[in-house]
T-cell receptor
Framework: SQTIHQWPATLVQPVGSPLSLECTVE??????LYWYRQAAGRGLQLLFY??????ISSEVPQNLSASRPQDRQFILSSKKLLLSDSGFYLC????????????FGDGTRLSIL | RKEVEQDPGPFNVPEGATVAFNCTYS??????FFWYRQDCRKEPKLLMS???SGNEDGRFTAQLNRASQYISLLIRDSKLSDSATYLC??????????FGAGTRLFVKA
């Protein structure tokens, strides 16, 4: 069966520091991969999605970036974090077929001080 | 107008009650719809897919009304463990989906 791993679970970072969150999927090939952010009490905001290695689509302008160095690895990065980057970051995967549901990792709770 | 809109609630119901949530959407070209459940400070989990005229899974029934552009989720015989936020989701074409902000449900003894 497919599993998705996301780490770390919790992260506290100072303003201006870099960020790297990692997500890996097991048990499937060529998944679509997604990064979402959820602010406290709010809905999910799609940040990036990827349909293949090296293919990244950005949904909103921001100081974050994403990379997909391997088929089942998705990384979210920032060179300098802002206070507004605080939130609950969720990685998700879906099959390569269209109109399929997404399945989420456990999430990373990021607090910027 | 948001592409997916939900009543934020909260819905407060006693155990054993039947509760229904509605979700309206725009862009009638959407082909796929889902309901997710999200517990406090946890990731969303797929509850049901709604592909055609609706489907049932135990105490949960999802309906799709394309003419009026809404989907609904009915929960019968509510349990304490049903307390959560329920997210309405529609396919946005291809591989993307759009999530509603969610409806909060509290089931009380």
């Amino acid at each position: 069966s497919q599993t998705i791993h996301q780490w770390p679970a919790t992260l506290v970072q100072p303003v201006g520091s870099p960020l790297s969150l990692e997500c890996t999927v097991e048990g499937t090939s060529n998944p679509n991969l997604y990064w979402y952010r959820q602010a406290a009490g709010r809905g999910l905001q799609l940040l990036f999605y990827s349909v293949g290695i090296g293919q990244i689509s950005s949904e909103v302008p921001q100081n974050l970036s994403a990379s997909r160095p391997q088929d089942r690895q998705f990384i979210l990065s920032s060179k300098k974090l802002l206070l507004s980057d605080s939130g609950f970051y969720l990685c998700a995967w879906s099959t390569g077929l269209s109109n399929q549901p997404q399945h989420f990792g456990d999430g990373t709770r990021l607090s910027i001080l | 107008r948001k592409e997916v809109e939900q009543d934020p609630g909260p819905f407060n119901v006693p155990e054993g009650a039947t509760v229904a949530f509605n979700c309206t959407y725009s862009n009638s070209a959407s082909q796929s719809f889902f309901w997710y459940r999200q517990d406090c400070r946890k990731e969303p989990k797929l509850l049901m897919s709604v592909y055609s005229s609706g489907n049932e899974d135990g105490r949960f029934t999802a309906q799709l009304n394309r003419a009026s552009q809404y989907i609904s989720l009915l929960i019968r015989d509510s349990k304490l463990s049903d307390s959560a936020t329920y997210l309405c989701v529609k396919g946005a074409g291809g591989f993307k989906t759009i999530f509603g902000a969610g409806t909060r449900l509290f089931v009380k003894a």
